[in-house]
């Protein structure tokens, strides 16, 4: 019988040898040694359209999760737990809703614990649709290992919570 | 619900898609515990025999193989049991979490048969956690350790077991007449990083 200690450790050969951008702190992380298999996927599928009516699979697999397509080119798993120091660390700061555009990070809270991130790709103008100006966010993130979505920004599982952060790490333009 | 339809229900594709939108274990749970069958099951464990019946029956799902190319389709499903067991069946818990940590294919059960390891066993001493892990061959049939008491260290290491420590559990007053092996779950290589466990047959 064999067994792991310290998955996803710096001492885990299976996990990525992944850095914050500052080279101060290891992430955690683990890759996956199997694909989840076509009924599964294809019932994720299902699940997240049930959810989002309007959102566009970009990939379908399980092999990352969310903080995986964000920080780490969609090659692992990371917790979200570990988030708030990757934030930290890569030079992310808060900014406020009208502030962010794209390529900037949404983070989603429940609980004030962070549960999800994605990427920010697009703000689209409904003020045509509605009186005044009017801003949708649409954001890319992999739910979980249910796959990888374009998505309207409110729209995702409820377990991901509904208190919304714009986090960015962009520097002045000289 | 019947029993076979609630193992059903929570080993379907599309219950395994609701809880994959899980970032962490602790998500995992959160969206389980939301389940009404879940909810229903973890209630009827409190039956010992229910139980009993639901380890019988991971141990059997674990060494099914179907398609090696992918993750064990029932791979959120048996996370879900280790995660209920533990609930009101610790020690039964215990023992689904060691099939799992052996058997491959296997993602969020790893995890929660880690979480179940690390947050039970690893609570009190090697013989105190021997005492609750003790489980009566007529219980468990399945999952290759049939006709088998088996006993549970939770961190004895390399030394303890050499030094014969395990099997004085007679001491403790264990039932170990029909006990042929000792299962260890912390046992280091040198190296730190991989571990080969010790398998004692009696």
């Known amino acids: 019988m064999t067994m792991i200690i310290g998955r996803g450790s710096e001492r885990d050969r299976a996990a990525l040898q992944l850095f914050t951008t500052a080279n101060r ?32 699979c970009r990939s379908l697999t399980a092999m990352y999760n969310c903080l995986g397509l964000v920080f780490a080119s969609r090659r692992t798993m990371v917790d979200c737990k570990h988030l708030d120091v990757i934030l930290r660390d890569d030079g992310f700061s808060p900014i406020p809703k009208v502030q962010a555009m794209e390529g900037d990070v949404v983070v989603y809270r429940r609980n004030g614990i962070s549960q999800h991130v994605g990427i920010i790709y697009e703000l689209r103008d409904i003020s045509l649709q509605h009186n005044g100006s009017q801003i949708e966010f649409w954001v890319l993130s992999q739910w979980g290992e249910d796959g990888e979505y374009l998505h309207k920004m409110g729209e995702v599982p409820t377990i991901y919570g509904n208190q919304l952060e714009f986090w960015s790490e962009r520097k002045p333009i000289r | 619900m019947s029993f076979s339809a609630a193992l059903q229900q929570i080993e379907s594709h599309d219950f395994a898609a609701h809880l994959g939108v899980a970032n962490n274990l602790e998500m995992l749970y959160t969206l389980a515990g939301q389940e009404q069958v879940v909810k229903e099951l973890t209630t009827s464990l409190l039956d010992y025999t229910v139980a009993v019946r639901l380890l019988t ?8 193989q179907e398609d090696v190319r992918f993750r064990n389709p029932r791979d959120a499903a048996i996370a879900v049991y280790i995660w209920a067991l533990a609930q009101s069946q610790p020690a039964l818990a215990g023992l689904a979490a060691s099939a799992a940590l052996n058997a491959p294919r296997l993602w969020w059960a790893k995890r929660a048969a880690l979480n179940v390891t690390s947050g039970t066993w690893m609570e009190g001493t090697a013989e105190a956690g021997a005492h609750k892990l003790m489980t009566r061959a007529t219980d468990w049939k399945d999952g290759g350790a049939g006709r088998k008491d088996v006993l549970i260290v939770s961190d004895p290491g390399k030394d303890m077991i050499r030094a014969g420590r395990v099997l004085q559990s007679e001491l403790l007053n264990l039932n170990t007449n029909n006990l042929e092996s000792v299962i260890t779950d912390a046992d280091y290589s040198t190296n730190a990083v991989s571990e080969q466990t010790d398998v004692i047959r009696k």
């Not at chain 1, 890759?31 to 309007?54: C, H, M, N, Y």
């Not at chain 2, 029956?57 to 099914?64: C, D, L, P, W």
Request: hydrophobic residues 40%; aromatic residues 4%.
């Open chain 2, 57 to 64: 029956h991971v141990g059997s799902i674990i060494q099914e």
């Open chain 1, 25 to 56: 702190s290891y992430i955690e992380n683990e890759r996956p040694d199997e694909e989840r298999a076509v009924e599964g996927l294809q019932a994720a599928l299902r699940f997240a359209k049930a959810i989002s009516p309007t959102a566009k």
